[in-house]
């Protein structure tokens, strides 16, 4: 799993190439396997091409030329400008197919992280810098691309190639074939030991990426507190020093993955050396012609440049393993919260909702979050969930939305247990807004209608007429095509909350969850948005938490929270007259608000 750490910290690496996860890279290579089928009938035909060429050299030296037979010279000449037309025509065929197949299984794996991520847990995204989530579905799936664009499928021509060029090696002259791999134990023994210091190069590479996009990705989500406080020299000295390491990395890498074509290059010009050496002093029984030692030396090119080209595939798969670590091991988060088998859709609901003893832990034999909460709500009544921060408010609603499942007990909505319905049917029935309402960037129609994809324009007014946005929407430069950015930047909170609320109303769910939903909305919105929801809430079931009294007067039952249970429920009214935590809680903010208004008064 992702550790949970920030910027500052490495993520943990594996000590060796896991083998399952380059094996895996071939369950995205089946889809085109008839694709890859016709890739390798080229390939067959160009090793063919790469094996004749050379043989025709011999002849032409050892036959055509020697006896002046110009007819046998023009055909052996015609057939190589031929077959060299043909090897490139089939080149480009098998450039461009092998390139367009890559990037299909790059659009599958991206799609597939992509999905898996929509359906992980919040605190899988709340444990973890989410610039380091952003680089594995990014860049370190863009950095794959050499590799399965060309290099997977090239690297079954080359051990084609290589193959058939040794066979026909030995067929011409076997001790001279002997000869050529002398030095290849020396070349697997070079590739291994670069190997070990390759990949840690690059896992530790790949660590400070992963660091450095994190650092970036926090930094402009706080840039407005930076410049608050002035504290852009500091911001840049971090992001120098983190940067710095990347390039540190980078260069160790890379002087390491360069030892690799040099070494096989050598040991390549070496080994032709060697079979010149051979072939003209006759050694070991070797006894050739002028055109067969020009040929070997034809079939020992064709043999080493294979083997370069594997040697390389493997130096692109060290490279990639550090990467494709990171990527299914993503993958390979499991979501805390699925369909159970068996699961059927929740029917549509009247609204009844029971907490059956329920308790609550996030972690098994941790801390307990809430403890024998139980309560029973009937269809339509509006609920007011209130006390101190970290009582347990905000996971009651969770619950019942289903981001986290009950360690014992159960949360029943019309007599079914959440867990035993779909969580597509169950959240199409609820509406949630949240204190951190997002906006996407886009236009507010567009942002309003996510409540409801096939919501017609006058379906989405009148959700905004009901809480009272639609007066500041008009207001706006284009109305509802206004542009907005991402997390609606260009809109006060106080606007970008009432058209998060009207997403949520335009879904018309029948259970709907406020969670502080109006901290942000000065009073005079304040008392329009109450306006608009008295009749909004009617027929729904509703949760609403808020630490400001004002908004839940009206509720028809009160609970307030405490270390994890309910230790009052009732009316406004009816709490108040008790003088309990909840009239406690009402008069210490009132009095802060006649101490508010005498200190404005005095002022004035």
Known sequence: MAQRNTFREDEELEEQINLRDIARVGRYLKPYLPRVVRILVVVIAMSGILVTVPYLTKIMIDSAIPNKDLGLLGALAAGLAALIVVYELCLRYRTVAITRVGQLMLKDMRRDIFTHIQTLPFSYFDSRPHGKILIRVVNY????????SSGLINVISDVFTFVITLVVMFAIDWRLALFSLVLFPVLIVWVRVLQYFQRRAYQKLSNKQSNLNAYIHESIAGVKTTQTFAQERAQFATFQQQQGEVRSAWMRAVHIQFLMWPGVQTISVAT????????VMGLGGVDVTTGVLIAFVGYANNFWNPVINIGNFYNQLITCSAYLERIFETLDVKPEITDRPGARDLPAIQGRVDFNDVVFRYEEGGRTILNLVDFHVAPGRTIALVGPTGAGKTTIVNLLSRFYDVSEGSVTIDGHDVRDVTLASLRRQMGVMLQDTFIFSGNVRENIRYGRLDATDEDIEAAAKAVHAHEFIMELPDGYDTAVEERGSTLSAGQRQLIAFARVLL???????????????DTRTEEALQAGLNHLLKGRTSFIIAHRLSTIENADEIFYIDHGQIVEHGSHAELLAEHGAYWRLYESQYAMIRSSVGADRAAG
């Open 141 to 148: 799936v863009n950095t794959l691309s050499d590799t399965l």
């Open 272 to 279: 032709i050396s060697l079979i010149y050496f051979v072939g």
């Open 507 to 521: 879904a018309d769910p029948r259970i709907l969850i406020l969670d502080e939903a109006t901290s942000n909305i």
